[in-house]
């Protein structure tokens, strides 16, 4: 009997020790998914937020600033440091062809160093608009892309506002 009476006290402090652990994890798991909706946020415009001024020229040289962005353009800011962006790559320019094909604009900043960037540069610069800025150049603070990839689609509001609208980024075709 003393052997089963321990036993019992010892699964139920097992038990309750088991408690408190799930009970910080599930702690920690909320902190770490704040953390990572507030991260997702802050990258880009939110919706219907106007794009900043900036003033700066495309790889052929012609100026690239608020105006000068068509009626509807889809921005893409990608880094040749980041994996995801490596990945993503073939399928930005399928998708950068298949605008054009159809008549509408894409810009691609490439944000990282010169020599770094060319690849990408290279790969987009035949089927989209194409910058390569530094971190924290005119057009990232522009548009608050803090991280990479940060995709999304622009367009003129009725008051002439370049604002971030609803559009679906389907890179796949």
């Known amino acids: 009997m003393p052997f089963l009476i321990t036993a019992v006290v010892f699964v139920g402090l097992l038990c309750a020790v088991d408690l408190v652990l799930t009970l910080g994890v599930v702690a920690r798991l909320r902190e770490h998914s704040g953390l990572l909706s507030g991260a997702e946020r802050a990258s880009g415009l939110g919706m219907g937020e106007t794009v ?6 495309d790889l052929n040289g012609v100026p690239l600033s608020r105006e000068t962005l068509g009626p509807a353009t889809f921005v893409a800011f990608i880094s040749p440091t ?7 790559l073939p399928e930005l320019v399928r998708f950068a062809r298949r605008l054009r094909d159809e008549g509408e604009e ?14 990408f540069a ?34 003129r509001h009725a008051d002439g506002r370049l604002v971030r609208v609803e559009r679906s980024v389907a890179l796949t075709s």
């Open 106 to 119: 894409m810009l691609a900043v490439v944000v990282g160093d010169a020599e770094e960037s060319r690849p």
């Open 122 to 155: 290279a790969d987009l610069r035949p089927v989209a608009r194409v910058t390569v800025e530094g971190s924290g150049g005119p057009l990232g603070t522009a548009f608050r892309a803090t991280s990479y990839p940060t995709m999304l689609w622009v367009a």
């Open 82 to 88: 980041c994996g995801s962006c490596k990945e993503k």
């Open 52 to 57: 900043g001024g900036f003033q700066t020229a």
